[in-house]
């Protein structure tokens, strides 16, 4: 059975850091994209952050310069670092595996997802 648990979610102080991991059980990943999603009370799921399988990385235009993604493929797990958090940051972040070997900023490209990990960001 496939499974993707995430942790590292919390409260933080606006300009703190967090560190989210994503942990893949059930197959390897590593011929995989991963990505990380977010959403917030009362809007859609959307992108953050996306890794292929050779390490290239992509970024939501919102976190640029704040998060970075990273893999590390024989602990088959994927991290998300959130640095100079802001409020509008607060959502619940979701790790997700592609459906090939490129990151996508389309959820419908994803097919195994995590159960989320909130992440909330005080003023």
């Known amino acids: 059975q496939v499974q993707l648990v995430e942790s590292g979610g919390g409260l933080v102080q606006a300009g703190g850091s967090l560190r989210l991991s994503c942990a893949a059980s059930?197959?390897?990943?590593?011929?995989?994209?991963m990505g990380w999603f977010r959403q917030a009370p009362g809007a859609e799921r959307e992108f953050v952050a996306g890794?292929?399988?050779?390490?290239?990385?992509g970024y939501a235009d919102s976190v640029k310069g704040r998060f970075t993604i990273s893999r590390d493929n024989a602990r088959n797990t994927v991290y998300l670092q959130l640095d100079s958090l802001k409020s509008e940051d607060t959502a619940v972040y979701y790790c997700?595996?592609?459906?090939?070997?490129?990151?996508?900023?389309?959820?419908?490209?994803?097919?195994?997802w995590g159960q989320g990990t909130q992440v909330t960001v005080s003023s």
């Open positions: 059930g197959r390897t990943f590593s011929s995989v994209a």
């Open positions: 890794i292929n399988w050779s390490g290239g990385t």
């Open positions: 997700a595996a592609g459906r090939s070997s490129y990151y996508s900023q389309q959820a419908r490209n994803y097919n195994y």
